[in-house]
């Protein structure tokens, strides 16, 4: 069994949306420990953080690009985190991966370079 599994990815036209899940078990530490980040990688593209919440403190983080449109939030009785995707672009098709880091409160998780656990992706795709 994965330590961080996510599922809800799929093909959806632009203006859609989706809502992306990472679902976690059997974390060395407490679900509220860590801060779990969204990243994607697009084809041809390096792999960027989208979007990350730390437990901690319920700090969350956006890039940019998707800042206005991805909501991300956390459920801790179900240990899991959920990605909302409102208005996506063809720009947004790339495989997801949802990971795990241990963040004390008041860090700033979604600049370290080194994270615990990945999941293995679930690919978006925007297309008409």
């Known amino acids: 069994e994965e330590e961080v599994v996510e599922s809800g990815g799929g093909l959806v036209q632009p203006g859609g949306s989706l809502r992306l899940s990472c679902t976690t078990s059997r974390l060395r530490f407490s679900f509220d420990d860590y801060a779990i980040g969204w990243f994607r990688q697009a084809p041809g593209k390096e792999r960027a953080i989208a979007s990350c919440?730390?437990?901690?403190?319920?700090?969350?983080y956006y890039a940019d690009s998707v800042k206005g449109r991805f909501t991300i939030s956390s459920d801790n009785a179900k240990k899991t985190v959920y990605l909302r995707m409102n208005s996506l672009r063809p720009e947004d098709t790339a495989v997801y991966y949802c990971?795990?880091?241990?963040?004390?409160?008041?860090?700033?998780?979604?600049?370290?370079?080194?994270?615990?656990?990945w999941g293995k992706g679930t690919l978006v795709t925007v297309s008409s």
């Open positions: 990971a795990a880091v241990r963040a004390p409160p008041g860090g700033t998780p979604w600049g370290y370079y080194s994270w615990d656990y």
């Open positions: 919440i730390s437990n901690s403190d319920g700090k969350t």
